[in-house]
């Protein structure tokens, strides 16, 4: 009986472990252009960089988040925070199952 119940918790943990574990529940895409140049293998040999080869940085919003921007994403990190402790929490768990399930042995065996 202890066999299947000890079995049921460890198949739940290790399901639960493996869907949604250390993942958060969205992607941030961002764009990189790399262009190559002629003067880089230069400039990595203690050439001099021409200031015309310079990143195109026009593509980066630069302005200040809304109070309401910032509560939003404050919501999305506690929420991510808290999933990620609640996974290390039960994968703690099922790391120490083996070792209570030998001391449960140990003790109380005949």
Not at 69 to 91: D, G, P, R, S, W
Request: charged share 20%; aromatic share 8%; net charge negative.
């Amino acid at each position: 009986m202890t066999r299947k119940i000890l079995s049921a918790i460890v198949t739940a943990a290790v399901c639960l472990s493996v869907a949604t574990g250390f993942s958060s529940p969205f992607v941030a895409t961002t764009q990189h252009v790399a262009r190559p140049s002629a003067s880089g293998a230069l400039f990595a040999f203690g050439g001099k960089k021409k200031k015309n080869d310079d990143m195109d940085l026009s593509s980066i919003e630069t302005r200040d988040l809304t109070r309401e921007e910032m509560l939003e994403i404050n919501k999305q990190n506690e929420e991510i925070m808290n999933m990620e402790l609640q996974m290390m929490t039960i994968f703690s768990l099922v790391l120490s199952l083996p070792i209570l399930y030998l001391c449960w042995v140990a003790f109380y065996s005949d």
